[in-house]
Every structure is written in structure tokens, then in C-alpha cells.
């Protein structure tokens, strides 16, 4: 099984690291995983053209292309963003936005997600709550099989890494992404 991580955090802080534990989790059980980080790569603004809902295809030549391909090829797509304003990032928001030449022909892909932010509290009313629940909505929309989510609650660079069963709730994940038990 392919597994394909997108890490859409403008530094190297929690959500990465959460994603390469998550990848290396998911390695362990068997997956064959890839880790693409948003900041790293040249993948232009959607520029709004809609030309995709006519063609499927997307006129911007930059790095999307290859990752549309990486899409493509993959059984299961993780999505993580830090929480900035309530929202995704935009380097989140921007990769979700690039994806619409895939509406229609990534159904049923397994998808899960991976939101951090610095607020505490209850699931569902905390902002990370609301990323979390948009990402489930993003995942409706584009039909795909939604497995899971990891919401964290962390502020500062290795704050992720101190929680105490951080490691297991990634394994959890895993087994998810994977469909095992
Ligand atoms: C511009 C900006 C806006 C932020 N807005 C929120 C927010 O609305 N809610 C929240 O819980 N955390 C917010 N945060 C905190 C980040 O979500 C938090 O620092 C997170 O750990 C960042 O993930 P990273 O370590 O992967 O970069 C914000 C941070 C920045 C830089």
C-alpha cells in the first residue's frame, strides 16, 4: 500500500515530525510511504482559471504536476497543517485549492489527517477542532475514504514531541491508514 504524506507547515516544527512518525509507523506495518513538504516545493497560487473543470488538467507548470501523479499512484493521501487563524495554513489551503483537476477521479482513496494547534480544551470546539472537521469535509467532497485524524495540541517546535503516548496515537493512526487492527 502507498501511503503519500503532505506536510503543509511553513517550518519544521510539530507537524512535520508528526508526519514522519506517523510515515514511520506506517512503514513498520508494511506501507510504502513518502513525505512531500509543501514549504519545500514550488507549487504556484491557483490562479482561478477554471480551465480544470473543463480539462481535468491543471495549466500552472510547477511542481503540482508531479505531486498530481504522486495523487494519483497513491492508495491513501495524509494531509497535515498546523492551526493559523482558525484555518489551514495556506500552504494547506493553496495545495487543497491546486487539487481540483483530481475532483472526481481520487474516489475512494483512504485519506486521514494530521492538525495541530496551540489551543487545549474540548474536541470540536477548539479551533484545531474546526481544521480538523474542514479536512473531513475536504475529504466528502473529493469522495475519498476518510480513516482518520491526529489533533494535537502543541505551539512551539518539539512541543509534539513530549507528549507522553504521542508515539501511539501515531501507531493507531497507522493501523487505520492501513485498515489493519
Ligand atoms: C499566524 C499563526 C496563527 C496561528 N493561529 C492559531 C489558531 O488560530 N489556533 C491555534 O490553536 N493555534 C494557532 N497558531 C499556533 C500554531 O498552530 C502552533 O504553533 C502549531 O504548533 C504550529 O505547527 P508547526 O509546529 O508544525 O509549525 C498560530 C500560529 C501562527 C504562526
Redesign the pocket.
Known amino acids: 500500500m502507498k501511503i503519500l504524506g503532505i506536510c503543509g507547515?511553513?517550518?519544521k516544527?510539530?507537524?512535520?515530525?508528526?508526519m514522519r512518525e506517523l510515515m514511520r509507523a506506517t512503514e513498520k506495518r508494511g506501507g510504502k510511504t513518502e513525505l512531500i513538504t509543501l514549504k519545500d516545493k514550488n507549487i504556484k497560487i491557483c490562479d482561478g482559471c477554471l480551465s480544470c473543470e473543463k480539462t481535468s488538467a491543471c495549466h500552472i507548470k510547477d511542481e503540482m504536476q508531479e505531486t498530481y501523479n504522486k495523487i494519483l499512484s497513491a492508495d491513501a493521501v495524509v494531509l497535515g497543517s498546523?492551526?493559523?487563524?482558525?484555518?489551514p495554513t495556506s500552504l494547506a489551503m493553496n495545495f487543497i485549492h491546486r487539487m481540483y483537476p483530481l475532483y472526481g477521479k481520487i474516489k475512494g482513496k483512504r485519506f486521514a489527517s494530521v492538525v495541530?494547534?496551540?489551543?487545549g480544551g474540548q474536541e470540536g470546539i477548539?479551533?484545531?477542532g474546526k481544521v480538523e472537521d474542514y479536512f473531513k469535509a475536504i475529504a466528502g467532497l473529493f469522495e475519498l475514504d476518510h480513516v482518520g485524524s491526529l489533533s494535537v495540541?502543541?505551539?512551539?517546535?518539539n512541543?509534539?514531541s513530549k507528549i507522553t503516548d504521542i508515539e501511539e496515537q501515531c501507531e493507531n493512526l497507522a493501523t487505520k491508514i492501513l485498515n489493519q487492527s
Open positions: 507547515s511553513p517550518r516544527g510539530n507537524t512535520e515530525w508528526l498546523p492551526t493559523y487563524m482558525d484555518a495541530v494547534g496551540q489551543v477548539t479551533s484545531r495540541a502543541a505551539r512551539d517546535p512541543d509534539a
